[in-house]
Nanobody, 125 residues
Framework: QLRFVESGGGLVQPGGSLRLSCAAS????????IGWFRQAPGKEREGVSCISNSGTSTNYADSVKGRFTISRDNAKNTVYLQMNSLKPGDTAEYFC??????????????????WGQGTQVTVSS
């Protein structure tokens, strides 16, 4: 199957940090932008961050700006999301997906493909 595999989630206290990984399985992802999304129970999926194919352009949702950092290592076919100063409101299942474009153009689901299964992030004391 051509999909991403997310990892790195877990339980962390407020103020803590986690680093999520998104590895492409069975395909090459470095031609396209990659987005991170999250979905909390009872809420709609929302876009969190996006990185262009070269890694030179990034975008963040206002709710995570200044706390999260997206990066990619095209040699490893992997995208990362460093999450610092985590809050209980960051609790959600986190997913990554590949854009149909090389640059970030927002978080419309129809723009993205090869969705992963997700990794759970829980921020709680």
């Amino acid at each position: 199957q051509l999909r991403f595999v997310e990892s790195g989630g877990g339980l962390v206290q407020p103020g803590g940090s986690l680093r999520l990984s998104c590895a492409a399985s069975g395909f090459t992802s470095h031609y396209y932008a990659i987005g991170w999304f999250r979905q909390a129970p009872g809420k709609e999926r929302e876009g969190v961050s996006c990185i262009s194919n070269s890694g030179t352009s990034t975008n963040y949702a206002d709710s995570v700006k200044g706390r999260f950092t997206i990066s990619r290592d095209n040699a490893k076919n992997t995208v990362y999301l460093q999450m610092n100063s985590l809050k209980p409101g960051d609790t959600a299942e986190y997913f990554c997906a590949m854009s149909r474009l090389p640059y970030c153009t927002g978080y419309s689901s129809s723009t993205y493909r090869n969705w992963g299964q997700g990794t759970q992030v829980t921020v709680s004391s």
